[in-house]
């Protein structure tokens, strides 16, 4: 699966891919609005790509670049 594939997908099956296909990789707080907190969630890695899944399930954002790598 690409990740253009991936972002056509309902919220219930990219819920399923990330369960059955899907690695956590770990805890991460995304960016949110200006001025507001920061959003709790886990970084999965999925086929070629990663994607965030919030602490609540509502929202998942796949991306290309993996947002746990460390920076040299």
């Known amino acids: 699966m690409t990740i253009e594939q991936f972002k056509l997908l ?10 059955y296909h899907g690695e956590l990789l770990g805890s991460y707080e995304r960016n949110g609005e200006p001025n507001t907190p920061k959003i709790p969630g886990d970084i999965y890695a999925l086929h070629d790509f990663w994607a965030y899944l919030s602490d609540d ?6 991306t290309r670049r993996n947002p746990l790598a460390v920076e040299e």
Do not use: D, H, Y
């Open 57 to 62: 399930e509502q929202t998942v954002i796949p």
């Open 10 to 19: 309902t919220l219930e099956e990219k819920l399923s891919q990330l369960k």
